[in-house]
């Protein structure tokens, strides 16, 4: 049963912060893949001295997050590690992802313009807590429905880190796939996950925005599924760039072709929903200027783009839900 008590809350910060550290410092990339690893492997990778990785691979331990292999000076990380990582997820995106708009609220709240022109958020934050985030909440029933679809060319819409796309080419050595980024960091972090999970020959990184996709939709021609993860609602919050951008995708898919957008509805209603969909309705209406749709105008916008069907499939995330139209 999950705990509840303050105990669990303080395990939650904990957690959130000491792998937060391992994200700035590109270690998350050697945790994450599961291997054993030691201080000096992690140090090479990262470019940053034994010693202080040595520090900081012991508070891991410490924590539990890591544990001993049978060789000496290895560990492994723990097998509960995938389970924490999701829930520092949440705490990482609210804290530090949306970082900039916490620290400058008041600016955001007087001047709404000049603050977001001054006060950006970090791509690669905002990549690595979605990671953490979707490889639970919502990885499993896109990559469910790639496969369903048996679509063997992938493109992936603000893949951040690339980290879904990864896990697909690893599923079917016949995949392939694209995944397009307007964040430079974030690409350059979604090539060197690639590079280390071994399949950069199958993944081409495009840094370009969504809307260009109307003028030149190359990175998305042809592919059997198309997928957009939590980076919709900015392209549909205008109906004419949601027309232009939903019809172009539509146009670019093959034959039976799927657009899957796992994204997010203003204030979701259930109570295990409430709070989180809150705070994520409230962070795009007041800091980025974006008004999300309900589901019903989500479903109204794959319509007038001329999907020919749209289904909603649930996702874990709160206040999510699951697109999935057919061209």
Known sequence: MERKDPEAVADAAAV???LQIGAEIGADQVLDAGDPFSAADVAKAVDVPVAGITAYLGALLAAGLIVDTEVSGTFQVAADYPGLRYQAGYVSWAMNANGPFLDNARAFLTDPAAAAHVHRRNGRRVAVSSRWIGQRAFYPQLIEQVAAAGALQVSDLGAGAGGLLIKLLQEDPARTGTAVDSNGAACAAARQAALAAGVHDRLTVVERPIESLVDNPEPVAGA???????V???IVADDGIALDVLGALRDALAPGGILAVADAVSYARRPEERKFSALFTYLHATFMSVTLPTEQEWLDKFAAAGFSQTKVVP?????????????
């Open 16 to 18: 959130a912060a000491l």
């Open 224 to 230: 059997e599924a198309v997928l957009a993860s939590y």
């Open 232 to 234: 919709m609602h900015d």
């Open 315 to 327: 996702i874990g995330l709160p206040g999510g839900r699951l697109f999935v139209a057919t061209r």
